[in-house]
C-alpha cells in the first residue's frame, strides 16, 4: 500500500512541476505586437447587476483603441443591469455603444443573446467577454493583435478574481491557486481546445464557418464548446499575457458550494477524461495521505511545493491576498477534492435561477416535472 501511495505522491509532485513550468513559460510571454488595430465588435450579454458592473463596462468604454463598438444584449429591459448600461450610453455619445433587446430562446439563455448580438455586430473581429469582467486601458490592442497571425484562431486571457464575502474570497483563492495553474498546465501536455470566458477573441468567419452560436446554443460550457470546435478546424488557441479581474458575487457558502459542485459536473460532462485525473492535482490530499501513513518527508515535499507553486501562480495573476494565503493551498486541496467527489453524484445542476440536467455530452435539458 505504502507503494502505491508514494507512487501517487510522485505524480502528484509531477504536476506541481509542471504548473510551475506552465506559470514560467507564461510570465516569460512577450506581449504581442501592438501595430494590427482592425476594427472589434464587443459582445457582452448581460443578467442581472453584477457587484462592480458599472466599473467593469466603463472599463470597455474607455480602451485606448482606434475603431471599436460595444453591444450589451439583454432578456429583458427590465433586467437590473439596463439603468447603468444606459448611463454608460449617455455618458460616451461618441462611443458605438448600443443595448439590444434579444428575442432568442436558447436552452443557454447568454448563448441566445449571443446569437442576437452577433447578427448586429457590424465589425469582422468578435469579443465576448463576461459581464462582470474589468479590463487595463491596452486590452483590445493587446489580445486582438495575436489574431494577425492565421494559425490563431481564438485568444482567451487569464482571470484573477475578487469578492466581498469570505466564501467567495475563498473561491476566489481556489480559482487563483488552483483553476489559473490547470489551465497553464494545459498547452504543456497538447491540449489545445481551452477558451475562457473571461475573454474570447476570434473572426467572425471562424464563426460562420462552425455554424454560428447556434451550434453550441444548448451547452453549459459554451466557452470550451466554442473553442473546440475553432480550434479542431485547425487554428490553435493563444493565451494572451493580459490578466483580467472578475468579481464573484457569491454570497455566502452555500451558493459558493453550489457554484464549484456546478462547475465540477460541467468539467465532468466536458471532459471526463480529464476530470478523471483530477485528484493527481490535488497534491494537499496525497501530502495528507502520506502523512497518516507514515511517510513524513514525502507529505513535506508535497506540502512545500503546493505552497510554492500556489504562491506563483498568486504573483503571476497579480492578486497579492491569494499569495499571502498560499500556504493554505493543500487546505484548499482537501476542499477541491469534496467537490470532485460531489461533481460525480448527479448531473442536476441549479442554473439561472432555475434548475437543469446535463448530457453526457454537457448538453443543458430542462429539469422533468415532479411526478
Known amino acids: 500500500m505504502d507503494t502505491l501511495l508514494i507512487i501517487a505522491a510522485w505524480v502528484a509532485l509531477a504536476y506541481q512541476c509542471a504548473a510551475m513550468a506552465g506559470i514560467i513559460a507564461f510570465r516569460m510571454k512577450r506581449p504581442a505586437a501592438w501595430h494590427w488595430t482592425p476594427p472589434v465588435s464587443i459582445l457582452k450579454p448581460v443578467r442581472g447587476l453584477d457587484e462592480d458592473f458599472d466599473d467593469a463596462i466603463l472599463s470597455h468604454a474607455l480602451q485606448d483603441y482606434p475603431e471599436f463598438e460595444i453591444l450589451f444584449g439583454v432578456a429583458s429591459l427590465n433586467d437590473p443591469a439596463v439603468p447603468s448600461i444606459r448611463r454608460l450610453i449617455a455618458a460616451h455619445p461618441g462611443r458605438p455603444i448600443r443595448l439590444v433587446h434579444s428575442q432568442t430562446a436558447a436552452p443557454n439563455g447568454k448563448v441566445g443573446v449571443l446569437i442576437d448580438l452577433a447578427r448586429e455586430a457590424r ?12 479590463v487595463p486601458p491596452d486590452y483590445l490592442r493587446r489580445v486582438v493583435a495575436p489574431l494577425r497571425l492565421p494559425d490563431i484562431g481564438l485568444v482567451t486571457c487569464l482571470y484573477r478574481a475578487a469578492s466581498s464575502s469570505f466564501a467567495g474570497k475563498w473561491e476566489a483563492f481556489g480559482i487563483a491557486v488552483d483553476f489559473i495553474p490547470s489551465t497553464l498546465v494545459a498547452p504543456l501536455v497538447g491540449i489545445r481546445e481551452f477558451g475562457l470566458g473571461s475573454t474570447l477573441v476570434f473572426r467572425r468567419e471562424d464563426l460562420d464557418a462552425i455554424g454560428g452560436f447556434e451550434t453550441i446554443a444548448d451547452y453549459i460550457a459554451d466557452d470550451y464548446q466554442l473553442a473546440r470546435r475553432i480550434t479542431r478546424r485547425g487554428p490553435r488557441a493563444h493565451l494572451s499575457e493580459v490578466v483580467v479581474e472578475t468579481h464573484l458575487s457569491d454570497p455566502g457558502w452555500p451558493a459558493v458550494w453550489r457554484h464549484q459542485v456546478r462547475w465540477a459536473r460541467t468539467i465532468r460532462v466536458s471532459r471526463g477524461d480529464g476530470y478523471i485525473g483530477l485528484p493527481v492535482t ?17 507529505a513535506a515535499a508535497l506540502a512545500a511545493m503546493r505552497a510554492a507553486m500556489a504562491f506563483a501562480a498568486a504573483v503571476t495573476l497579480r492578486n497579492p491576498r491569494s499569495a499571502l494565503l498560499s500556504p493554505l493551498a493543500p487546505v484548499w486541496d482537501l476542499w477541491a477534492f469534496v467537490v470532485w467527489i460531489a461533481g460525480w453524484s448527479g448531473r442536476r445542476i441549479e442554473w439561472r435561477g432555475g434548475y437543469s440536467v446535463l448530457t453526457a455530452d454537457g448538453r443543458l435539458e430542462p429539469e422533468p416535472p415532479a411526478s
Open 282 to 298: 490535488h497534491a494537499g490530499l496525497w501530502a495528507l495521505l502520506c502523512l497518516v501513513s507514515g511517510l513524513p518527508l514525502y
Open 123 to 134: 465589425h469582422a473581429i468578435l469579443l465576448v467577454n463576461d459581464s462582470d469582467i474589468s
